[in-house]
């Protein structure tokens, strides 16, 4: 299963490479979503501290939103999902190695570039560190739990906002616990309750959603 | 007795068409004695007042909303497992009750909230998780909409339940946390300090009418979802024609 699941991560990083475009805009839309923020409720440097890690944590779920539908979509078009489902290999092992995929070529991005942004809304080094660090144990998490929203709507006709209502309430926890140790950090109680709770969410997450992810492609199958 | 018996739609169907109108009269009749109870009967409340009394409709529908979900996941689990198609079709015919009842107890409560706390919304854990819940129902709606091949629409509908059902503890206690840590106290649930026997009656009462009316209305529901997607099969079309 190893090898498996390491060959469809090489064969997924390889397609990212070579269409840039695809996963750029999801970064772009962070980007361009964060620096919104400002412009609407004022530049208030306090203000701002007070909404970053929220703001950016938001943006963070939508902007995995924007780039989960693609993650099965177009091996669905071209055929190749149903070979592989069909080949001995576990379902599961191609679940992972999709969302491990999907979160080098889109979380790891995104957490470069936060420290930027966390820069742009005042926030200080600590709590920037707190909030790289939070979105490094929660944007696995956003990749699983989408890998299951992103098989249940396989191939059906807009796709892409389905899987948003399905998936946001689910990323309630992530969105609580990640905002909130940064915000436990600037208020001075400290982030390691919420990281913990964190960890345990991506944990839970990482052993229920493969399985509902791959159940929901066989179903979605036929 | 052998339950398999009433998982062929044909038994089911007729076991149900017998079982609706009881059900129904007695959601009426017992509606009817717990509003006379919660509005008559029950003494006003020495720190609310008159407007306590949407208790007699507010817990008992957020109650029912809650239990609903759960119930859904129960007979997606049961279709999944056994491939049962009745399974499915309890599944889809509760999901538009539970995400009703949990809407009433969310309108309830902004209705309630507003003479108690002096606003319509505070986003208090319970406000904020009986809110997701109401989420995710609309999204269990809106994925079996979306699907039009039946088989893949329930299978996909059960397992995106079961996906919540799972969440659901977890949100819960997120968002309880949440609150506790950055909303403090100043405001919360003003929970009735003691309730007088007869309120407890009322409430009583009325659960009773909103579980009467739920599998009413849901095996009412299940019948129509029955003749639809056994349309083709011989009993059905007889039932058919005796309708036209």
Known sequence: MGRFLLSVVRRDLTLAARRRGDWLTALFFFV???????????????????????????????????????????????????????SPSPVV???????????????????????LLGLQF????????VLVFSLLLGTPILSLLGAAGAALTLG???????????VLPLYVPALIFGAGAVGGILSGTGAEAHLSLLGAFFLVSFTVAPWIAAASLKVSLG | MNLYHYASPTTFYRLAGGLVPWLAWAAGLLALAGLYIGFFMAPTDFQQGEAYRIIFIHVPAAWMGMFIYVVMAFWGAIGLAF???????????????????????????????????????????????????????????????????????????????L?????????????VWWNTLHQGSSIGVTHAPRMATVMMVGVLTMTAAAWAYTIAVTLARARRIILERERKTEWVQRILAQEA
Do not use: C
């Open chain 2, 83 to 161: 491939n049962a198609r009745l399974a499915f079709v309890m599944m889809r015919a509760l999901a538009p009750t539970g995400a009703l009842l949990t809407f009433v107890a969310l309108w309830t409560g902004a209705v309630w909230g507003k003479p108690m706390w002096g606003t319509w919304w505070v986003w208090d854990a319970r406000l904020t998780s009986t809110l997701i819940l109401f989420f995710l129902y609309l999204g269990t709606l809106a994925l079996w909409s979306a699907i039009e091949d039946t088989r893949r629409s329930d299978r996909a509908g059960a397992l995106l339940t």
């Open chain 1, 122 to 129: 005042n926030l200080p080094a600590e709590a920037i560190a």
């Open chain 1, 93 to 115: 092992g191609l679940v992972l190695g999709k969302v491990l995929a999907h979160w080098l070529v889109f979380g790891l991005p995104l957490l470069l570039v936060t420290p």
């Open chain 1, 32 to 86: 361009l979503v964060s620096s919104l923020f400002p412009l609407s409720v004022g530049p208030e440097p306090q203000l701002l501290q007070r909404i970053g890690p929220g703001v950016l944590w938001v943006a963070a779920t939508l902007a995995s939103l924007l780039s989960l539908p693609r993650l099965f979509e177009d091996d669905h078009r071209d055929g190749s999902l149903e070979q592989m489902l069909l």
């Open chain 2, 163 to 175: 996906f919540g059902v799972v969440n659901v503890p977890i949100i819960l206690f997120s968002v």
């Open chain 1, 156 to 166: 059906l006709r807009g796709g892409g906002v389905l899987i948003t209502l399905l």
